[in-house]
Each structure stands twice: as C-alpha cells, then as structure tokens.
C-alpha cells in the first residue's frame, strides 16, 4: 500500500531564511510524487511534481523539491521565506492510475 | 480562466438528513475526483469518475453516492448524515484520466448539527 508521511507539524522560519518541508513516501511501484499548498478556507493549490526525470524539480512561487530515491524522500524547498509562503502544505504521492494520497499536512509559518 | 466550481460553499443540516453537493470540472476536463478533508486532518479520497464511469473507489461510505453526468459534472449524494460527516469536501478534475496534475475547487464546508 503506498503511504506519505510528514514528519513535522509546523516549522517555523523567518523571512528570507531557506525553508524545507519535509516529506517521504511508500510506494511498490515508482511514485508520483506532489505538492499542494492550502490557504485558508482555499482549496488546494498544485505546487509540483515529479514522475520522472530529473530529480530537482521546480514548480509554482519560487518553490523546488528533490526527489531522493535512496530515502524515499521528496522535501519541499524555498531558498528564501516570505512571509505570504504561511499556509498548510501537503505532500502527496500515488502510482500511475491510482488516486492521490495526502500526507497530514504541514503549517509554515513564516515570520517578519 | 475558469476553475473548478463546487455548490454550494456551505451547507448546514441536521443528523439523518441528507446532501447533495455539486461540482462543474474546468471546462475540458473529463474526470473528477471527491476528497474528505475534516478538521485539522488530509484529504481523503473518496471516490472518482472519468468519461461518466466511476474510475476509482476509495474511503466512501455506503450511505454516500456519487455520478458524473453528460456534461461531465459531479454530483455527491449524502444521506443519513452523521455528525461525523461534518467536513470540507472538495472536488479536483484534471484531463484524459490522469491525476498527474488536478485543480482543485475551493470545497463545500458541510456542518451535521
């Protein structure tokens, strides 16, 4: 069964310091990875994504993820906050033909 | 440009009552997915259509329904409802079968009282 997990809750930093949101999966097959941001009472918003390829991947808002396959990871990225990036942020993996899941979810908060 | 449109924003009903919430996909886009969200928690799958037939199947109940119709709009059918049922549902649609890339609505928020 393919799974997500996001280790953090929340992580916090502060305006134009790096950020990382952290993100691994399970999957049998090779996975779809994605990310979605949710502001509040929005839906959710693609960010990125990787099928295949290149394992740095840059998507929406400045943001970029690295797809490690040896950890099975694929954090998210920014190399400098801003505070407007504050919101709920969602890892997702799937294979092909099958529906995305979602990791819990991580809040960024980022401060001035 | 035109997104996804989900009916109504919010709705209030009462324990064994039911729902009926309606999602219209960006235009072209043939296949629409349904995700549970409750508080504080992830989207879950519900359930999804592509060209009118159901495609997948994930955590949905048996009291809930759902269609695709002709004009490849979406409609959640909720009875019985639950407190449990209180929830953002939200409606993603993409192109061609796939979910490599969706575009989500911005949710129903139904409150079971």
């Known amino acids: 069964a393919q799974s997500v997990a996001q280790p953090e809750d929340q992580v916090n930093v502060a305006e134009g310091n790096p950020l990382t949101v952290k993100c691994t999966y399970s999957v049998s097959g090779n996975p779809y990875l994605f990310w979605y941001v949710q502001y509040p009472n929005r839906g959710l918003q693609f960010l990125l994504k990787y099928i295949t390829g290149d394992n740095l991947v840059k998507g929406s808002y400045g943001f970029e993820a690295e797809f490690n396959k040896s950890q099975t990871s694929f954090h998210l990225k920014k190399p400098s906050a801003l505070v407007s990036d504050s919101a709920l942020y969602f890892c997702a993996v799937n294979e092909a033909g099958t529906a995305l899941i979602f990791g819990k979810g991580t809040t960024l908060s980022v401060s001035s | 440009a035109a997104g996804v449109i989900q009916s109504p924003r919010h709705l209030i009903k009462e324990k064994r009552e039911t729902a009926t919430l309606k999602c219209y996909p960006i235009?072209?886009?043939?296949?629409v997915y349904w995700y549970q969200q409750g508080p504080g928690q992830d989207p879950q799958f519900l359930i999804s259509?592509?060209?009118?037939?159901?495609?997948d199947k994930g955590s949905i109940p048996d009291r809930f329904s759902a269609q695709q119709f002709s004009d490849y709009h979406s409609e959640l059918n909720m009875s019985s409802l639950e407190l449990g049922d209180s929830a953002l549902y939200f409606c993603a649609s993409s192109q061609g079968g796939t979910n490599e890339k969706l575009f989500f609505g911005s949710g129903t928020q139904l409150s079971v009282l």
């Open positions: 259509f592509y060209e009118k037939m159901q495609s």
């Open positions: 235009p072209r886009h043939d296949t």
